[in-house]
């Protein structure tokens, strides 16, 4: 099994839909957890952190679900510029350190 | 913008060759990580140093190595290129709340 599972997608939708992205984590004794955004061929951004109590940035509200070791990104009235890929990312602390795991991302296509 | 530098941009190698990446980090970021993303694929972490000492390293041969310098800088070394080494290298340091600023990568191909 994958440390992080993401469905790769590409999700398509329409300018203006709510579009939720789902992933699972492995590992019991991750910390912290982020989304990034990645543009092609383009380097990985951070999108937003995600807390235990949920947390909304604008258009993007993210969730984590420790027990079911489960985070969601949720994006409303997507927008053309949102296209992108999406990754989850999870920190755990190791013997050798801190380390962060990406999953392989979802595709996402706003359309006209 | 994020204030991490790599260069070069692109390479290209051959099979058997040795090749350095280098990367310069924001002031102040004790913390660099390097990456690999093949095509399609999300980053998997190659290793990590903190304060010029590796303290973390992912599923890759010894054949992978680096270092980190003093002034924030870091090199990503890889000794007898495969083909299945051609990929996007990252380098990102680390700020607070363990948040990654990525430089913009070094695509390398491997021929």
């Known amino acids: 099994r994958k440390e992080v599972e993401q469905d790769p997608g590409p999700f398509n939708v329409p300018e203006g839909a709510t579009v939720a992205f789902n992933c699972t984590y492995s590992n019991s004794a991750s910390q912290s957890f982020f989304w990034y955004r990645q543009d092609c061929r383009k380097e990985p951004k951070l999108l937003m952190s995600?807390?235990?109590s949920g947390n909304e940035d604008g258009r993007f509200t993210a969730q984590l679900n420790r027990a079911s070791q489960y985070i969601s990104l949720l994006i409303r009235d997507s927008k053309l510029s949102d296209s992108a890929t999406y990754l989850c990312?999870?920190?755990?602390?190791?013997?050798?350190?801190?380390?962060?795991?990406f999953g392989t991302g979802t595709q996402l296509k706003v359309e006209l | 913008e994020t204030g991490v530098t790599q260069s070069p941009t692109h390479l290209i190698k051959t099979r058997g060759q040795q090749v350095t990446l280098r990367c310069s980090s924001q002031?102040?970021?004790?913390?660099v990580s390097w990456y690999q993303q093949a095509l399609g694929q999300g980053p998997q972490f190659i290793f990590q140093y903190y304060r010029e000492e590796e303290n973390g390293r992912g599923n890759f041969p010894p054949r992978f190595s680096g270092l980190q310098f003093p002034n924030y800088s870091s090199e990503l070394n890889v000794n007898a290129l495969e083909l299945d080494d051609s990929a996007l290298y990252l380098c990102a340091s680390r700020g607070p709340n363990e948040k990654l600023f990525f430089g913009s990568g070094t695509q390398l191909s491997v021929l």
């Open positions: 990312v999870v920190n755990f602390l190791t013997g050798g350190g801190n380390k962060l795991t």
């Open positions: 995600v807390y235990s």
């Open positions: 002031s102040g970021h004790n913390t």
